[in-house]
């Protein structure tokens, strides 16, 4: 099983600020097969990117992916309000059953 | 509007059982690998199964391999898990949702990701 290791826990921050999530993982993934989910308080986890970099349909320009092996990237440019949430890493390689990272959380400084 | 509903959720007994439906609206059921998600709280996400569009092929975590089981009926638009000799372990949200590109390469569900997921029904396990 691959583990996947989110950092930081939490971070707190102002709207308006760049912010960078790290999600490394226990062996690689195969074809960058790793996505991200956004997780708001009592709702479900929706999509952001999959393939490690492509954009699901409707998420705005500001949040990209990037990566690769074991180390992916989840950034977002400039944060809006909406987008403080807990954020979720997703490895769904073809060696391997799906796992996801522990998140982590953006919250209002 | 693409829509999944889950529906079935509650308080069970250990060693108990509970069936899970979701119902899917504003697309083909029958076009997608479908799954069950659950998410205990204060935790991430954690796969549960996954079946293929025809329901010939299923797909389980370890952890509920034997006990749990998934299906569908496509021409009622539905998914369902049984979940049999329930542990308290297994309390968490259950989410169902669709796989868009999934499919089986050598016995595991390869591009197994998740781009659309219903509001989640509560599964308790508690005596």
């Known amino acids: 099983e691959i583990v996947l290791t989110q950092s930081p826990g939490t971070l707190s921050l102002s709207p308006g600020e760049r912010v960078t999530l790290s999600c490394r993982a226990s062996?690689?993934?195969?074809?960058?097969?790793l996505a991200w989910y956004q997780q708001k308080a009592g709702q479900a986890p929706r999509l952001l990117i999959y393939?490690?970099?492509t954009r699901a349909p409707g998420i705005p320009d500001r949040f990209s992916g990037s990566g690769s092996g074991t180390d992916f990237t989840l950034a977002i440019s400039r944060l809006e309000p909406e987008d403080f949430a807990v954020y979720y890493c997703?490895?769904?390689?073809?060696?391997?059953?799906?796992?996801f990272g522990g998140g982590t959380k953006v919250e209002i400084k | 509007e693409v829509q999944l509903v889950e529906s079935g959720g509650g308080l069970a007994q250990p060693g108990g059982s509970l069936g899970l439906s979701c119902e899917a609206t504003?697309?083909?059921?029958?076009?997608?690998?479908m799954t069950w998600v659950r998410q205990a709280p204060a935790k991430g996400p954690e796969w549960v199964a996954n079946i293929n569009q025809d329901g010939s092929e299923t797909y389980y975590v370890d952890s509920v391999r034997g006990r749990f089981t998934i299906s569908r009926d496509n021409a009622k638009n539905s998914l369902y898990l049984q979940m049999n000799s329930l542990r308290a372990d297994d309390t968490a949200m259950y989410y169902c949702a669709r796989a868009p590109s999934a499919r089986a390469v050598f016995g595991i569900v390869s591009e197994n990701w998740f781009d659309t997921w219903g509001r989640g029904t509560l599964v308790t396990v508690s005596s």
């Open positions: 062996q690689t993934v195969t074809s960058s097969f």
């Open positions: 393939g490690a970099s």
């Open positions: 504003g697309f083909t059921l029958g076009r997608y690998w």
């Open positions: 997703q490895q769904y390689g073809s060696s391997s059953p799906v796992t």
